[in-house]
């Protein structure tokens, strides 16, 4: 029986194309190494340290230079911005330094299985 054409696809040939593809042997993935997570650990790290450089930046800037205005509705959205910028800016530095922290576990976890998978 013919399905009428409305110009998607169905979910079932979707699954079909998947399925096939991933168990082609012609299209090889590559392997992620300890090598690849070491240098995203770095990578992850040196922005760390550059978030929180720029977050002690801030803090001190936003520290020197307090808002003064006369409406206290401008002094709360003023003092609500400030507080945003200063969050955003320690979140990325937690966010970076975790993720550096957790591929270098994982750097470490694959020198381990590593030597596991020689000496076997």
């Known amino acids: 029986m013919n399905s009428p054409s409305n110009g998607f696809k169905n979910e079932s040939d979707e699954l079909a ?13 590559p392997q992620k190494g300890p090598i690849s997570f070491l240098s995203g650990s770095i990578t992850s790290l040196s922005f760390s ?18 808002p003064n205005y006369s409406s206290p509705i401008a002094q709360s ?4 911005f400030k507080t945003l910028i200063i969050g955003i800016s320690f979140l990325a530095t937690f966010t970076f330094g975790f993720i550096g922290l957790g591929l270098f ?11 596991k998978d020689k000496t076997d």
Do not use: C, W
């Open 77 to 80: 959205i003023a003092s609500g």
């Open 17 to 29: 194309n998947q399925s096939s593809s991933s168990l082609d042997p012609n299209s090889p993935e």
């Open 105 to 115: 576990l994982v750097f470490i976890r694959s020198l381990i299985e590593g030597n």
């Open 49 to 66: 340290m550059l978030s929180l450089f720029i977050s002690k930046k801030i803090v001190l800037y936003f520290s020197i230079h307090t």
